[in-house]
Nanobody, 125 residues
Framework: VQLQASGGGAVQVGGSLRLSCAVS????????MAWFRQAPGEQREFVAA????????HYADSVKGRFTIFRDNAKNTMYLQMNSLKPEDTAVYYC???????????????????WGKGTLVTVSS
């Protein structure tokens, strides 16, 4: 399974970005997908996830109401729409996938078997 993240960049406070994560190598619709991020000097943290049922979404409190995770099964791609960006959103964003993860572990990075390379998001004031 390969994951390819893209869409990062530099944006000003209050701006928007859409990250994409293309998945290949296995049936996309059977996967639980997530975004994590890691700021300089910080540990990787959970951002958002979409359970494999395609309905159950989960968000970190810090991004709830600003970020939206969704997927396009026809394109084997997951997205993270990020609005009202803040400087504290600056980080490398990673997409992750797993095909057997249970719902209670959806926010745990170690529960995901497959990871893409990160894409950098920089929010400046």
């Amino acid at each position: 399974v390969q994951l390819q993240a893209s869409g990062g960049g530099a944006v000003q406070v209050g701006g928007s970005l859409r990250l994409s994560c293309a998945v290949s190598g296995r049936t996309f619709r059977q996967s639980t997908m997530a975004w994590f991020r890691q700021a300089p000097g910080e540990q990787r943290e959970f951002v958002a996830a979409l359970f494999r049922n395609g309905v159950s979404t989960h968000y970190a409190d810090s991004v709830k109401g600003r970020f939206t995770i969704f997927r396009d099964n026809a394109k084997n791609t997951m997205y993270l729409q990020m609005n009202s960006l803040k400087p504290e959103d600056t980080a490398v964003y990673y997409c992750a996938a797993d095909f057997s993860l249970i719902l209670s572990s959806i926010r745990t990075s170690s529960a995901y078997d497959f990871w893409g390379k990160g894409t950098l998001v920089t929010v400046s004031s």
